[in-house]
Nanobody, 113 residues
Framework: QVQLVESGGGSVQAGGSLRLSCAAS????????MGWYRQAPGKQREFVAY???????DYADSVEGRATISRDNAKNSVHLRMDSLKPEDTAVYYC???????WGQGTQVTVSS
């Protein structure tokens, strides 16, 4: 059974940073593409970043230059560091195994101005 558990969310002021983590069980993240998505209140879930099994990364324009996705194969986890946070980054952040039905339960990020 695949489980993805996000952590690291919280409330920060604009300009601050957070590091989100996604710990996996039942699946080996190092051979799968992993993505981070977010959903703000009243909006559709949107792509934030992904990392392929080979380590290639891509980011949404809205977070380009402020976000870094990485993977810790030893801990079977994926991380998303967000810097220079803005109020519009407020959302529930989810990790996702690309191309599958597997999603985490989400972690709330709230950025105040």
């Amino acid at each position: 059974q695949v489980q993805l558990v996000e952590s690291g969310g919280g409330s920060v002021q604009a300009g601050g940073s957070l590091r989100l983590s996604c710990a996996a069980s039942g699946i080996i993240l190092s051979i799968n593409g992993m993505g981070w998505y977010r959903q703000a209140p009243g909006k559709q879930r949107e792509f934030v970043a992904y990392i392929t099994g080979g380590g290639s990364t891509d980011y949404a324009d809205s977070v380009e230059g402020r976000a870094t996705i990485s993977r810790d194969n030893a801990k079977n986890s994926v991380h998303l560091r967000m810097d220079s946070l803005k109020p519009e980054d407020t959302a529930v952040y989810y990790c996702h195994v690309l191309g599958t039905i597997h999603w985490g339960q989400g972690t709330q990020v709230t950025v105040s101005s």
